[in-house]
Nanobody, 125 residues
Framework: QVQLVESGGGLVQPGGSLRLSCAAS????????MGWFRQAPGKERDFVGG????????YYADSVKGRFTISRDNAKNTLYLQMNNLKPDDTGVYSC??????????????????WGQGTQVTVSS
């Protein structure tokens, strides 16, 4: 089992920045990839970005490319999502997810085995 705990959400004005953290614990050795998803009220959970754990390759949704950056600290078993130039459309509950090895893309919620509880991000003036 893997436990994931997000932090760092909050209220920010348009154009502002936030950094989300996702601390992983448990059977971390089993993780092959991690991702960030967000869900706005009344909408489906959408892929934000992901990282292949061993290679460090990162992938992003078109809507956040050039504004969001995924990074990790292996020593702290923590995944980060740096969000810059935030827009009102970025509002939602952001969740991190992790998965065991499998042959599927990173951009679908069903491709992940473990989820954090989520953290609220609100972009508003």
């Amino acid at each position: 089992q893997v436990q994931l705990v997000e932090s760092g959400g909050g209220l920010v004005q348009p154009g502002g920045s936030l950094r989300l953290s996702c601390a992983a614990s448990g059977s971390i050795f089993s993780i092959s990839a991690m991702g960030w998803f967000r869900q706005a009220p009344g909408k489906e959970r959408d892929f934000v970005g992901g990282i292949a754990w061993s290679a460090g390759s990162t992938y992003y949704a078109d809507s956040v490319k050039g504004r969001f950056t995924i990074s990790r600290d292996n020593a702290k078993n923590t995944l980060y999502l740096q969000m810059n130039n935030l827009k009102p459309d970025d509002t939602g509950v952001y969740s991190c997810a992790a998965r065991r090895p499998r042959l599927s893309g990173l951009d679908h919620p069903g491709a992940y085995d473990y989820w954090g509880q989520g953290t609220q991000v609100t972009v508003s003036s």
